[in-house]
């Protein structure tokens, strides 16, 4: 998994769980505002200390506009800023990011990629799920795409303020019935799009704190973001970073 399919997850999940703004509007044959619909939907979320979902992502190429990418496994989210997307097809990976780390593990290759997670908490979507509604509002416009809404589902468009490379523009789909949204696409600057939908959203305040611990398994390779290999000490540095960030 390259470096940009790790800002694409990482986009996704913030969008994920990002407070949207109360934006009026209403839905045909609805009593509820789509203002009224994201207050619902961000206070279920934020309500929770955590929460798990399998996920099925899908890769499309602009080029040939064909899926190129299938994968699918299970999200774990913990708060404060834990996260794990354990992928289990094509191939076992791992992704977790912490406030101060984050880390992919692939298996096959016997590989830790070891980096600092500062860009991607920085980033837009995830201030406005630390900081609060007015981030989102600040860097977005933010849509209600009638033709693709529904009664039971509302989508929603976002699209940067300012130009970034790596999201175009962004479509949120809520569940109306409980409120959860479950399937974020990404699209970037050359329109290739990376759809995620989550199935089986399940609360779990007290996940296993081991999900979101670095450990090392003998003979294997850890690397920073260029592929340098990273001599132990440093290794040591950036664990106990994690533990104190």
Not at 145 to 170: C, G, M, R, W, Y
């Amino acid at each position: 998994m390259k470096k940009h399919r790790l800002l694409s997850i990482m986009t996704v999940f913030f969008a994920c769980i990002s407070v949207l703004p109360d934006k009026p509007a209403c839905y045909a044959d609805s009593s509820l505002s789509m203002g009224e619909i994201l207050r619902r939907s961000e206070s279920h979320y934020q309500g929770l200390k955590g929460f798990t979902a399998d996920f099925l992502q899908l890769t499309t190429s602009a080029a040939t506009n064909t899926i190129t990418t299938e994968a699918s496994g299970v999200l774990y989210y913990q708060k404060p800023r834990q996260m794990r997307w354990e992928y289990k097809a094509p191939e076992p990976q791992v992704f977790v990011a912490n406030d101060g780390l984050a880390w992919l593990y692939v298996p096959s290759e016997r590989q830790i990629s070891l980096f600092d997670s500062k860009a991607f908490f920085e980033s837009p979507l995830a201030q406005t799920f630390f900081d609060g509604i007015s981030g989102l509002q600040k860097h977005f416009e933010v849509s209600l795409e009638h033709t693709k809404s529904s009664l039971t589902t509302a989508v929603l468009k976002l699209v940067p303020k300012k130009e970034d490379p790596n999201i175009k523009q962004l479509r949120l789909w809520i569940d109306l019935k409980t409120y959860q949204i479950d399937r974020v696409e990404t699209q970037d600057a050359l329109a290739n799009t990376n759809l995620i939908m989550l199935k089986g959203q399940k609360p779990a305040p007290n996940l296993k704190s081991q999900l979101f611990q670095l450990s090392i398994p003998p003979s294997t390779l850890v690397v920073d973001t260029e592929g340098r290999e990273l001599p132990q000490a440093e290794i040591d540095r950036l664990k106990a970073k994690l533990l104190h960030p």
